[in-house]
């Protein structure tokens, strides 16, 4: 059968997006979505989204990793598909969706390509050594870095996600240092097992560990570089419990083709 997807990037973070509505993909084959996303030999992609109707929703969100397998949530991929729906006329300006972690309301730019993400509320937050570790809709590790442009994210990011803590489930792993008024954030990613442009939930778990780390509390704003642009993440934080958090940033359409399957 031939397959017709779309391409968008948020912030670098870059994903492969089909239209199921019909439900004529059947997406239960790690082999070939993984074959989708290698960057050789598909399309490329740190990930695959499916957009399928549901009862109650705008839409459905789907989501597999890189490596074929279905994933927890991504906060870039959400921000994508929200693009991707208001391009195929699914929503207007705002939307509500179901994503694997729950629902999700958002809100896109008159442009179409920026898209603020509301993300689950957060109300624990552990510590591993001097690291934070919390859960934004995936599991995150969040790390203090010097230097953090030349530090070897992938062989470091790499032991942290294999070590005896972390190797049965697996986690994400943001290393973080001062940028401005805000953050710079490099992310190696379980399931891409590999440094990605950008991680959503990731730059998200990093802001909320800063404001616990600083004591800050109140409505918080937290401007964040990546290596593929900006993203922005605003929340409320009463000193227990994290809310209204928004990930916010750029999402794009690359290009759309079809590809014989």
Not at 134 to 147: K, Q
Not at 202 to 208: C, D, N, R, S, Y
């Amino acid at each position: 059968m031939k397959l017709h997807f779309y391409k968008y990037q948020g912030a670098g973070n870059d994903f492969i997006l089909v239209d199921n509505r019909q439900k004529i993909v059947n997406h239960h084959n790690a082999q070939l979505l993984a074959q989708l996303c290698d960057r050789r030999f598909g399309i490329g992609g740190d990930g695959i989204m499916f957009l399928q109707a549901k009862e109650g929703y705008d839409f459905e969100m789907v989501y597999y990793n890189a490596d074929g397998q279905p994933s927890s949530m991504c906060g870039n991929g959400g921000r994508c598909i929200v693009a991707f729906a208001r391009f195929l006329g699914v929503t207007g300006q705002e939307t509500e969706f179901l994503a694997v972690d729950g629902p999700h309301h958002a809100k896109i730019s008159e442009t179409g390509d920026w898209v603020s993400l509301q993300m689950i509320d957060v109300d624990t937050i552990h510590k591993d050594a001097d690291a934070y570790v919390l859960n934004t809709g995936s599991p995150h590790y969040v790390a203090f870095a010097d230097n953090l442009q030349d530090k070897n994210v992938f062989a470091d990011g790499h032991a942290i996600r294999n070590n005896d803590t972390y190797r049965a489930n697996g986690i994400n792993v943001n290393f973080v240092e001062p940028h401005r008024e805000g953050y710079f954030v490099r992310t190696f990613e379980r399931g891409v097992e590999d440094e990605t442009y950008a991680c959503g939930t990731g730059v998200t778990a990093v802001a909320l560990a800063m404001a616990k780390h600083y004591n800050k509390t109140g409505s918080i704003e937290t401007p964040i570089k990546v290596l593929g642009g900006d993203l922005n993440i605003r929340f409320n934080y009463d000193g227990n419990a994290f809310t209204d958090i928004f990930l916010e940033g750029p999402a794009k359409l690359v290009f759309e083709g079809d590809l014989e399957i």
